[in-house]
């Protein structure tokens, strides 16, 4: 559904038949390119990206893979960026009547964004390696949100089977599991992507920042004051800078944005149904769905995967 190029260029043509292709479970066929699978429209849109993107050194880009908690990565940074202009406790904040999608746009899917941030914001599902060159060159600021992977997996699969035509039935958890366990998926392998931005994160501390899902579920608001402070809008050490914390956290919470009347009603102009974007929200579902069988074999892949590089889930 966010798929709308109608026509791909000789470029991606020619790099198309160079590339290893494999069957995608949800949108036909999946193109390695650069370590990393991509569906064919897609591809097409990250080379025009690649082509056309000229990056300011004022920009922060949101980092993620699909359902590692881009949404709500999105309103907790458009929220702070924006303090200022909108109060987090306003009535008419933006994000009560927008989904964080349309206020944060997508690098390799752009549109229009109902309401501009100063300094500009974006995110993208890129690994590092496919980034536009003047987004690496520049002094803009990136933050990587990383989730553990058995849940990244499990919420995957559900978004899958909501995505997918009826008519071609669900995806199994056996073969989506299988798929996962190779790398080969839409902005997959999993461990590569991570370890792009980790480690940029530990050559260059002060433009990539990496965050973990599952530990801003546990404090966000030392995250928010984390991630404030590496964008460059600090909180200052006043009482009433904790209510604003406070505030801002409990704006972008799952139940609060899940359950506002955009997010259960709503659309995004791409098609997308907003509600798509909240299931659980939780730390630990994958032990609802994979087995103890699989959850190890996951486990020993990605152990083995991120070696000595010092990142863990
Ligand atoms: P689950 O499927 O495990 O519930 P993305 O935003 O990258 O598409 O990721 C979607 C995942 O983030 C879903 O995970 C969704 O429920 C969860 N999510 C969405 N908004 C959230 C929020 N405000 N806080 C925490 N998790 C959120």
């Not at 097409?44 to 699909?66: G, H, K, M, W």
Request: aromatic letters at 12%; proline letters at 6%.
């Amino acid at each position: 559904q966010f798929l709308e190029v109608e026509e791909l260029s000789e470029e991606c043509r020619e790099l198309i038949s160079s590339l290893p292709t494999e069957k995608c479970l949800l949108f036909g066929n999946l193109h390695q390119y650069r370590g990393f699978w991509h569906p064919t429209k897609i591809l097409q849109t990250i080379l025009t990206c690649q082509n056309q993107f000229e990056a300011r050194d004022s920009d922060i880009y949101l980092v993620t893979l699909p359902k590692s908690g881009t949404t709500w990565l999105k309103a907790m940074a458009f929220a702070l960026v924006n303090r200022t202009q909108y109060d987090p406790k306003s009535t008419q904040h933006p994000l009560l009547s927008y989904n964080p999608h349309q206020l944060v746009p997508f690098l390799e899917f752009p549109h229009n964004d109902v309401v501009s941030s100063t300094p500009r914001l974006f995110s993208t599902h890129l690994p590092f390696v496919s980034l536009p060159e003047s987004v690496k060159k520049s002094g803009s600021k990136i933050v990587y949100l990383c989730r553990n992977p058995k849940d990244n997996f499990v919420s995957r699969f559900h978004w899958q089977n909501k995505l997918r035509r009826q008519e071609l039935g669900s995806i199994s958890l056996e073969e989506a599991f299988e798929s996962f366990c190779r790398g080969v998926y839409i902005y997959g392998p999993i461990w590569d992507h991570a370890l792009g931005y980790w480690k940029q994160s530990l050559e260059n501390p002060e433009r990539v920042l990496f965050l973990k899902y599952d530990e801003m579920k546990e404090d966000p608001g030392n995250h928010l004051r984390k991630l404030a402070d590496f964008i460059g809008c600090p909180f200052s050490k006043e009482k009433e800078s904790f209510n604003v914390v406070d505030q801002i956290s409990e704006l972008c919470s799952f139940d609060h944005l899940s359950n506002l009347e955009v997010n259960r009603t709503g659309k995004l102009p791409s098609g997308v149904i907003n509600s798509n974007f909240f299931r659980r929200g939780e730390v630990g579902d994958w032990k609802n769905h994979l087995t103890p069988q699989m959850a190890q074999k996951l486990d020993e892949i990605i152990k083995q995967k991120l070696g000595a590089s010092g990142l863990t889930f």
